[in-house]
Structure formats: structure tokens, C-alpha cells
């Protein structure tokens, strides 16, 4: 079984996203005998630029292998987890950098007369999202988890868990209490079944 370890957050060390992924992976470490471990890093060594003109041609052939290894990355996990903080309501532009290379028509989704069938069923996904406020996901002001969501549905994965802290930045007690929350959610819940 292969788990793809996935972070966006911009903070290094003292991010709460990579704290949550780092715990999930451990949990699923620990649980999951044989389990491969691939982390990729996508705001330091693993950066991927914006999707532009020329990446969509492949007219760099380091930028083209460097796409074609984020799909085949993907493609490969049987469990992707994922941190993903809240920037300005949405996602952080490196996790866009990286969706924008794994949702390739033909690959992960193609277009039907019946509309657009997902091809990458079959994973499961964990996001491991945090918030500075209080952002729920149905409070109207969340693009997280609704956009991550409709992505991997898209691409045929409808697996999707969601371990978040919420409030992180408005008091050391509320970010404590939170992410003491998160990591019972991790205890609970994962890894159910590998």
C-alpha cells in the first residue's frame, strides 16, 4: 500500500497543517504494516510553478517531468494525506499548483456524453486543514473544503476526510483546544481500513 504525504503550508516548522499531516501519516505508519511513504513538499523542494501556456505544451523539459512526476505520484497512492491551510479563504496557490498537475483529462477524469467521469477512484484522501478563525465548512466563507471536495469528486474519489483545526489564531487556549481536537479525530478515525 502506498501513501502520498502532501504539504502546501508556506510556515515551515511552526505550521499547524504540517503538524496534522505529519500526525495522520504516523497514524497510518504505525497501522499499516509495509506501508511506502512518499512526502512531497510543495511550498519548499517540491514546488511546482503555475500552470501556464507553456507547462500545459510541455515546452520545458524540466517543467514537463516535473508535471508527469506529480501525476504518476498521485496515480500511484492508494492514500493521499494532505495539509492544506486556509489562505484568503481558499487553498494555498502551491496545492493549486499541484491539482492543476494531476487533473489531466484522459488520466484522472475524461468527458462523457453523459458528462465528466472521474478515472482515479479507488483512493482515499485526508485533509489535514487548518484555519486561523473560525471557518466551518458550511459557514459560506470556506473554500477549502467544498473546493477539495468537488476536485477529487470530479476526479472519481468520493473518500475524502477531513481532520481540522479551527481558530488557531484567536487565542493560545482555542488553538491548544483545537488541535488537541484534530489529533482525537486522528485517534478516532484513522486508519479504519487500509
Known amino acids: ?26 497514524r497510518w505508519t504505525r497501522d499499516v504494516p509495509g506501508l511506502e511513504v512518499l512526502h512531497r513538499d510543495l511550498a519548499g523542494e517540491h514546488v511546482l510553478p503555475h500552470l501556464d501556456g507553456a507547462s500545459l505544451a510541455k515546452a520545458d523539459p ?13 496515480l500511484a497512492a492508494d492514500i493521499v494525506v494532505l495539509g492544506a491551510p486556509m489562505y484568503n479563504f481558499g487553498i494555498p496557490s502551491q496545492l493549486k499548483a499541484w491539482i492543476d498537475r494531476i487533473a489531466v483529462a484522459g488520466k484522472t477524469f475524461r468527458y462523457t456524453a453523459d458528462g465528466p467521469q472521474g478515472l482515479a ?38 473518500a475524502v476526510e477531513f481532520v481540522s483545526a479551527e481558530g488557531l489564531n484567536i487565542s493560545p487556549d ?21
Open 1 to 26: 500500500m502506498k501513501l502520498l504525504h502532501l504539504d502546501s503550508s508556506i510556515l515551515g516548522d511552526g505550521s499547524a497543517s504540517r503538524a496534522l499531516s505529519s500526525a495522520i501519516v504516523a
Open 121 to 158: 477512484g479507488g483512493k482515499r484522501i485526508v485533509v489535514a486543514a487548518t484555519y486561523g478563525g473560525q471557518h466551518p465548512a458550511d459557514s459560506g466563507r470556506n473554500f477549502v473544503e467544498p473546493y477539495l471536495r468537488q476536485v477529487f469528486a470530479f476526479l472519481g474519489i468520493t
Open 174 to 194: 482555542l488553538c491548544t483546544q483545537a488541535l488537541d481536537a484534530a489529533q482525537a479525530r486522528i485517534d478516532a478515525i484513522l486508519p479504519l481500513a487500509a
Open 62 to 74: 524540466t517543467e514537463a517531468a516535473r508535471s508527469a512526476r506529480a501525476l504518476e505520484d498521485f
